[in-house]
């Protein structure tokens, strides 16, 4: 079983939809991230949380909104998707301690807007 | 604020050349982390490598390597004797460790290598 499970892996929606793609880890990291692929655009930074209480904006937060309900879970939700959100979606973890260690990823959720 | 650059949008090599991988990145802190991912078509992202600002010593790992040079600021990526297999996207990151951008991931566009028969 993949350590950084997302769930759903694909998913077609309609314009003003509500959407939310979810996300567990087993791997004990506090550190949870949500990411979104473009082509041609990399990965680009949606929320990050480095606890349960700790809930931080990225770099293309608007239209999205976040919830850290335990250490293990962390929910992405898009409260009423817009067609420029058709993406690739990624979850990922990180290590706790001084160092930054590297991300760890689930297998991604490919959500198409229409 | 942190800015990683991968010139490169797409390489094509015939099997068992070498393919070069150029990440140039730019950071205020002293103390930063820099990555390499490896994205298969199969879509997962693969953790290739990951560096301190402090260790410029370069890597060497199978057929792949790594040259750091903090000078200009670049982390490129070497991969010898290429083969099919090494066909995907190819990803370098950059995690600042000294501000409040600490634990955040910066990522470039990345590069798509394509290793033909």
């Known amino acids: 079983d993949a350590d950084v499970t997302q769930t759903p892996r694909n998913r077609i929606t309609k314009t003003g939809k509500r959407i939310m793609l979810e996300c567990s880890q087993t791997?004990?990291?506090?550190?949870m991230y949500w990411y979104r692929q473009d082509p041609g655009l990399g990965l680009r930074l949606i929320y990050y949380s480095f606890d349960v209480k700790d809930i931080n904006k990225g770099e293309i937060s608007d239209g999205y909104s976040v919830s850290r309900q335990a250490q293990a879970k962390f929910s992405l939700s898009l409260e009423s998707a817009i067609p420029n959100q058709t993406a690739l979606y990624f979850c990922?973890?990180?290590?706790?301690?001084?160092?930054?260690?590297?991300?760890?990823f689930g297998e991604g959720s490919r959500l198409t807007v229409l | 604020a942190q800015k990683v650059t991968q010139a490169q949008t797409e390489i094509s090599v015939v099997e068992k050349e070498d393919v070069t991988l150029d990440c140039v990145y730019e950071?205020?802190?002293?103390?930063?982390?820099l990555f390499w991912y490896k994205q298969p078509p199969s879509g997962e992202l693969v953790f290739l490598i990951r560096r301190n600002s402090f260790d410029e010593q370069n890597e060497i790992s199978g057929r792949y390597s790594w040259n750091f040079q903090k000078s200009t600021s670049s982390f490129n990526f070497t991969i010898t004797a290429s083969q099919v297999v090494d066909s995907a996207v190819y990803f370098c990151?950059?995690?600042?460790?000294?501000?409040?951008?600490?634990?955040?991931?910066?990522f470039g566009a990345g590069t798509q290598v394509v290793v033909t028969p």
């Open positions: 990922a973890t990180s290590p706790t301690g001084k160092s930054v260690g590297e991300l760890f």
């Open positions: 950071t205020r802190d002293t103390t930063y982390y």
């Open positions: 990151a950059l995690s600042e460790a000294g501000t409040d951008s600490w634990g955040k991931f910066q």
């Open positions: 791997k004990g990291h506090d550190r």
